[in-house]
């Protein structure tokens, strides 16, 4: 069965850079959900987006952004990086904004900052 | 907000032993309930989930988890572990509509 898919799984970025993260929901999923996980941390909710409309906002910098497409794929874009943004960086998609029908998660991209 | 607190941030158990790991949630109606395990550096997998119904859930892996309104509980157990059950698990509810949060997590070790 199709899973989520997070691109790139892994990435190395030096300070003050920007970085974009992507991910594929299982098809017909129309939510989207980012969540960042720091070491030892449990993960904590960025954002997520309904039917390509932002639908929750958590503990997301202003320097990060996101959105959903079309496809309903979605990306995260984080810029001016900072050491603190290491971390790994999910993504789960849904059907009907986590109704009952459950969450899915990606791989995951485990972005470190040099 | 709808909350769940693991109160056992590491556990260790013997291969062949017992498990039952602790999670508490905070939320006035029924609330959906997940169990999420973590390999070190992987992804979340899904154990099970709770959403209505019979209070005893099973899932994957030989785990199951019991909701008990009256305690506010959510406790996963598995009669037997095995060495390939160490792992971080999460236990999870959605808030609001939408987001799911997490607990604290528990690290499980197992001993040979």
């Known amino acids: 069965a199709a899973g989520v898919i997070q691109s790139p799984r892994h990435l190395i970025k030096e300070k003050r850079e920007t970085a974009t993260l992507k991910c594929y929901p299982i098809?017909?999923?129309?939510?989207v959900y980012w969540y960042q996980q720091g070491p030892g941390q449990d993960p904590q909710f960025l954002i997520s987006?309904?039917?390509?409309?932002?639908?929750d906002k958590g503990s997301i910098p202003d320097r990060f952004s996101a959105q959903q497409f079309s496809d309903y794929h979605s990306e995260l874009n984080m810029s001016s990086l900072e050491l603190g943004d290491s971390a790994l960086y999910f993504c789960?998609?849904?059907?009907?904004?986590?109704?009952?029908?459950?969450?899915?998660f990606g791989s995951g991209t485990r972005l470190t900052v040099v | 907000a709808q909350s769940v607190t693991q109160p056992d941030i590491h556990i260790t158990v013997s291969e062949g032993a017992s498990l039952e790991l602790r999670c508490n949630y905070s939320?006035?109606?029924?609330?959906?309930l997940f169990w999420y395990v973590q390999s070190p550096g992987q992804g979340l997998q899904l154990l099970l989930k709770?959403?209505?119904?019979?209070?005893l859930v099973q899932g994957i892996k030989g785990f199951e988890a019991e909701f008990k309104r009256s305690q506010s509980s959510f406790n996963l157990r598995k009669p037997s572990v095995h060495w390939s059950d160490a792992a971080e698990y999460f236990c999870?509810?959605?808030?609001?509509?939408?987001?799911?949060?997490f607990g604290q997590g528990t690290r499980l070790t197992i001993n040979p």
């Open positions: 789960a998609s849904s059907f009907k904004q986590g109704s009952g029908s459950g969450y899915t």
């Open positions: 709770y959403f209505s119904g019979d209070t």
């Open positions: 987006f309904y039917e390509k409309m932002q639908s």
């Open positions: 939320y006035g109606a029924t609330p959906y």
């Open positions: 098809p017909r999923h129309d939510t």
């Open positions: 999870a509810v959605v808030q609001g509509a939408q987001k799911l949060v």
